[in-house]
C-alpha cells in the first residue's frame, strides 16, 4: 500500500495530491483558466510562471489536507510528458528536488496514463482490460488497457482534438475560453438536426474509412463556412443555438461510433471514458445508449477527476511503485510522447 504525492502542471492547473493506491486522501488543482481566459487560450509562458508562484503552497495544503507530514509519503510523482514543457519542468524539477531532499523514490507519469487511471480512482474494483475513450483539449485517443504499463493506442485524431475542435468553434461564434461546457449549455436550446455537419471520417483509399481514427479540422471549417454562409443570406442574428446543437451532436456521433466500434472488435466490455470533454452531454447520451444497445458498461468517472488533476497521476505513480517501478532522476520532460 503505497502513498504518493504527485504534482500535474502539463498545461494550465497546477494540482498537487496525496493518493494511497486507489484512494485520494487530497487533491488541490489551482486553475489557471481564468487568467488565460483573456488571451482566448493557454499562454505557455504566463502558464510557467503562475505554476511556479502556486506549487508551493499547493504542495503544503496537499500534505496538510492528507493530515500528512513526509514521513508518510513512500514516493513523489510528477508529470513529465507530453505537455507544455516549461509547464511540466515546473511540476517535475519540484517532485525530484523533493525525492532528493526528502530521499524518496520519484516517478515520472506519462499525462494519458493518468488519465487511464483516473477511472480506477472512481471505481477501483475497476480490472483491465478495458477501453479508454481519451478526449481532452489535447487528445482524442482510444486505448486498450492490457494491464499496468501495457497500453496499445487503436486511434487517434489525426489533427483537432475533439475539445480543441469544441474552442475552436466556439471562438469562431464570438463564445469564450473554455468553449465546451459554453457550447454544450447552448445547445440545450439548440436543434441538433438543424444543419448536417460531417463526422470527422478519415476515407480510406479503398474506400470507406478509418474505423478508429477521426479528424475535426475539417468540422470546425464546416462549421465556418456555415457562419459564413448564414451570416451573407441574412441578416438574422445566427441561429447559435442550432449551430452548437448540430457541431456537439456531430461530435458526439463520431466519437460513439469509434468507441463502440473498438471496443465490440477488440472484444471489450467496458469503455473509460476520460478527459474534459466526458463532461459532454450528448457524448454522455450518445454512449450510454449505445452502449445499452450493445451490452456494454460505459465508466464516465466524476469531472474532478476526468479534468486535469494530480490525483490520476499519483494513482499511475502508485500503481508503478507497487510493482517496483521507480524512474531515474535524469528523466526529462517532453512536449509529444507516444503512450
Ligand atoms: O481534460 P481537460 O480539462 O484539459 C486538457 O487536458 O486538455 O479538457 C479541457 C477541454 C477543453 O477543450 C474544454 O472546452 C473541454 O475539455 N470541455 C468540454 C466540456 N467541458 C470541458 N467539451 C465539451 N463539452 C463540455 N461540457
Ligand atoms: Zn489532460
Redesign the pocket.
Known amino acids: 500500500m503505497d502513498t504518493v504525492l504527485a504534482i500535474e502542471t502539463s498545461?494550465d492547473e497546477t494540482a498537487v495530491a496525496v493518493v494511497k493506491n486507489r484512494q485520494v486522501l487530497s487533491s488541490i488543482v489551482a486553475s489557471q483558466i481564468s487568467i488565460h481566459q483573456q488571451y482566448g487560450g493557454v499562454v505557455p509562458e504566463v502558464a510557467s510562471r503562475k505554476h511556479l508562484e502556486t506549487i508551493n503552497l499547493a504542495i503544503a495544503q496537499a500534505l496538510d489536507e492528507a493530515n500528512l507530514d513526509w514521513s508518510g509519503i513512500d514516493g513523489i510523482a510528477a508529470t513529465c510528458a507530453p505537455g507544455l514543457v516549461g509547464a511540466l519542468l515546473v511540476g517535475l524539477t519540484a517532485a525530484k528536488t523533493l525525492a532528493i531532499v526528502h530521499q524518496k523514490p520519484f516517478i515520472g507519469v506519462h499525462h494519458l496514463e493518468g488519465h487511464i487511471y483516473a477511472s480506477y480512482l472512481s471505481d477501483p474494483e475497476l480490472k483491465p482490460p478495458f477501453l479508454c475513450l481519451l478526449v481532452?483539449?489535447?487528445?482524442t485517443s482510444l486505448i486498450y488497457v492490457k494491464d499496468c504499463g501495457e497500453y496499445q493506442t487503436l486511434g487517434e485524431t489525426r489533427d483537432d482534438a475533439a475539445?480543441?475542435a469544441?474552442?475552436k468553434v466556439a471562438r469562431l461564434l464570438n463564445l469564450s475560453y473554455?468553449?465546451?461546457?459554453i457550447?454544450?449549455k447552448l445547445a440545450q436550446q439548440g436543434n441538433p438536426l438543424a444543419f448536417p455537419l460531417p463526422e470527422g471520417n478519415i476515407s480510406l483509399p479503398g474506400g470507406g474509412y478509418h474505423p478508429y481514427d477521426s479528424s475535426f479540422s475539417g468540422l470546425k471549417t464546416a462549421v465556418l463556412r456555415l457562419v459564413q454562409k448564414l451570416q451573407q443570406d441574412s441578416s438574422q442574428p445566427l441561429p447559435v443555438n442550432d449551430i452548437a446543437a448540430s457541431f456537439q451532436a456531430s461530435v458526439a456521433r463520431s466519437l460513439t461510433k469509434r468507441a463502440i466500434a473498438c471496443a465490440l472488435d477488440y472484444g471489450l466490455n467496458t469503455i473509460a471514458i476520460g478527459?474534459?470533454?466526458a463532461?459532454?452531454?450528448e457524448l454522455r447520451k450518445q454512449l450510454q445508449q449505445a452502449a445499452i444497445k450493445h451490452n456494454l458498461q460505459v465508466l464516465f468517472p466524476p469531472l474532478k477527476f476526468?479534468?486535469?488533476n494530480a490525483a490520476m497521476i499519483g494513482c499511475a505513480a502508485a500503481e508503478h511503485l507497487n510493482r517496483g517501478h521507480t524512474s531515474p532522476l535524469t528523466l526529462g520532460t517532453q512536449s509529444r510522447l507516444a503512450l
Not at 136 to 139: A, K, Y
Not at 178 to 181: A, D, H, S, V
Open positions: 498545461c481532452s483539449g489535447g487528445h475539445g480543441e469544441f474552442d473554455p468553449g465546451g461546457p457550447i454544450d478527459g474534459g470533454v463532461a459532454n452531454s476526468c479534468t486535469d
